[in-house]
């Protein structure tokens, strides 16, 4: 079936730096998402993105959050600074956008881990 | 808020018996919700298991079936004999029908077990 791959699988980062998780969705949906899993916790929802612009965003996702898309490739989740509680595993998940119940396919996740 | 509440894990049972996996939602905000149940196996991406868009119907998939009843607000996963192969964490979420593109709202994950 249609993959959304996610790279790296796994990322290290200091506190108070950048990182940048990317994401390459199925190549014909129209509409991408994040969403965050602290071990243990339930799978949260943070944004949604369509036609280069953010359609809603959770109270997670804070202003050192970005997200985009330049140029149709990949789906990128930029965090500038880090900060220790956005150790979590993230997934990201596109849809095609036209149903009436749309079926997102994710990635396996970028275990992200700030020290 | 919207919110999922489901069988809280990890969940064990042996080949050939049978399952439930409870799930209940509340959808506030939602005036026609969609259910969906998801599935993750080891070392793999969250997958589509089966969706269910209209009130009262069964959606079934791989021998899982889950009925949407909107008077107890309830999507329980059920299997008649689980496999070894059905070992894996089940997620069951609420979405939007009339929204396209609107997030979904996961329950906590459900591990499963399956004993050879």
Known sequence: GPKVL???????????QMVTLNCDPVSNHLYFYWYKQILGQQMEFLVNFYNGKVMEKSKLFKDQFSVERPDGSYFTLKIQPTALEDSAVYFCASSWGLGRAETLYFGSGTRLTVL | GDSVTQTEGPVTVSESESLIINCTYSATSIAYPNLFWYVRYPGEGLQLLLKVITAGQKGSSRGFEATYNKETTSFHLQKASVQESDSAVYYCALGDRNNAGAKLTFGGGTRLTVRP
């Open chain 1, 6 to 16: 996610q790279i790296p699988s796994h990322q290290i980062i200091d506190m108070g």
